[in-house]
């Protein structure tokens, strides 16, 4: 499974970014996708994610985005999307897009795939 990512960029505090990440693969639709971020000299971690596999589009996200954030996906295109709105300065990292076969994940090491990562950079 490969994961394509496109929408990062730089944008002022308050502003909004939508990320995508297509999948391209066999097994995609066996897959829960997500988003994890990672800060300079931070750790990994979980953003959002939204269940594929089961076909109920159930959604979860970390404390820190949520009201903010809105994760989606396009079954047809294969495409899940994470809208970031009110963008903080703290919210400036790289975007990594993440597929795994489990269904209640939110830790890196449960990821079995992942995208090669996009710079969001907000600044204030």
């Known amino acids: 499974v490969q994961l394509v990512e496109s929408g990062g960029g730089l944008v002022q505090a308050g502003g909004s970014l939508r990320l995508s990440c297509t999948a391209f693969g066999r097994t995609f639709s066996s897959l829960s996708m997500g988003w994890f971020r990672q800060a300079p000299g931070k750790e990994r971690e979980f953003v959002a994610r939204i269940n594929w596999r089961w076909s109920d589009g159930s959604t979860y996200s970390a404390d820190s985005v949520k009201g903010r954030f809105t994760i989606s996906r396009d079954n047809a295109k294969n495409t899940v999307y994470l809208q970031m709105n009110s963008l903080k300065p703290e919210d400036t990292a790289v975007y990594y897009c993440?597929?795994?076969?489990?269904?209640?994940?939110?830790?890196?090491?449960?990821?079995?795939?992942w995208g090669q990562g996009t710079q969001v950079t907000v600044s204030s």
């Open positions: 993440a597929a795994a076969y489990g269904r209640s994940w939110s830790r890196s090491n449960e990821i079995d795939y």
